[in-house]
C-alpha cells in the first residue's frame, strides 16, 4: 500500500463563477469526477475530498468512488481551512503516511500521469516538497513530505499551499505541467475555455482525414 496519501480541495464557493464549477462538464464529465478519477488511477492511498459550501451537491456526483469524505464547514474562510481539514483526516486515520498530494477542482488537464510524476521526482530527487511549474510558477497540484504537516496545519484560513512552497525554494523539486495555468474561475473563462478545446478538436479532426 501506499504511504503517499491525497486530499482533494473540493470546498470552495465558485463565487466568481456563481455555480458550483466542481460540476463543470468537460468531455461529458464533471471536473470533479475528472479529478476523482485521476486521484484513483495514481499510486496515492487514502484519498480525501474536502467538501465545503456545495457538499449536498456534490457529494451525489462522487459518492460511488471509494475515497474517503470530510466537510469544511469553515470554508467561507478560505482554501488553509480546507487544507487543514484534509491533513487532520488523514493524520487521523492514516499515521504513517509519508506524504500528501494536494489536487485543486478547477484545473482540467489534470491526470493521473502528472499525480504520479510528482511522486516519481520526489522519490528521485528526495526533496520534501515537489511542486507542479507553469506560467513562471509553482503551485499545485504539489507533494508534501509528513515534516511539512505541522506548517500545513497551521497554515492562516485565507492562505494556500503556495506560501509554503515559496518558503522552502531551496528545499522543492518541480515538475512540468504547462497546462496547470488553464483554470476555471469565471463563466467567460469556461466558454473561453470549451471554444478553444472545440476548435483543437475540429483541427486535429480536419488533420486525420
Same mark, same amino acid.
Given at each position: ?18 455555480? *458550483? ?17 485521476? %486521484?484513483? +488511477? ?26 474517503? #469524505? ?7 474562510? +478560505?482554501? +488553509? !481551512?480546507?487544507?487543514? !481539514?484534509g491533513i487532520q483526516v488523514l493524520s487521523q486515520t492514516h499515521r504513517e503516511l509519508e506524504a500528501t498530494i494536494f ?27 515537489? %511542486?507542479?511549474?507553469? %506560467? ?24 494556500? !499551499? ?7 525554494? *531551496?528545499? @522543492? %523539486?518541480?515538475?512540468?505541467? *504547462? ?13 473561453? #475555455? ?6 483543437? +478538436?475540429?483541427?486535429?479532426? @480536419?488533420k486525420t482525414r
Amino acid at each position: 500500500m501506499s504511504s503517499i496519501g491525497l486530499v482533494i480541495l473540493a470546498a470552495g464557493a465558485s463565487t466568481r463563477m456563481g455555480t *458550483p464549477k466542481q460540476l463543470l462538464l468537460y468531455q461529458g464529465k464533471s471536473l470533479i469526477c475528472r479529478t476523482v478519477e485521476a %486521484a484513483i +488511477g495514481s499510486s496515492c492511498n487514502p484519498i480525501v475530498v474536502v467538501l465545503g459550501a456545495y457538499a449536498k451537491q456534490i457529494y451525489p456526483e462522487i459518492a460511488q468512488y471509494n475515497v474517503q #469524505f470530510t466537510t469544511n464547514n469553515q470554508w467561507s474562510t +478560505g482554501m +488553509g !481551512a480546507s487544507i487543514q !481539514a484534509g491533513i487532520q483526516v488523514l493524520s487521523q486515520t492514516h499515521r504513517e503516511l509519508e506524504a500528501t498530494i494536494f489536487l485543486v477542482c478547477d484545473q482540467p488537464f489534470i491526470s493521473t500521469q502528472i499525480i504520479d510524476q510528482l511522486i516519481e521526482t520526489y522519490r528521485s530527487s528526495l526533496k520534501p516538497i515537489i %511542486a507542479s511549474e507553469y %506560467a513562471g510558477t509553482l503551485g499545485v497540484p504539489a507533494l508534501f513530505n509528513y515534516t511539512i504537516f505541522p506548517e500545513l496545519v497551521s497554515l492562516r484560513p485565507t492562505t494556500g !499551499a503556495k506560501q509554503i512552497i515559496y518558503n522552502h525554494i *531551496p528545499n @522543492v %523539486a518541480s515538475v512540468p505541467f *504547462p497546462r496547470g495555468n488553464i483554470d476555471l474561475d469565471t463563466p467567460e473563462e469556461y466558454q473561453q #475555455f470549451l471554444m478553444t478545446i472545440n476548435f483543437i +478538436g475540429n483541427e486535429e479532426e @480536419v488533420k486525420t482525414r
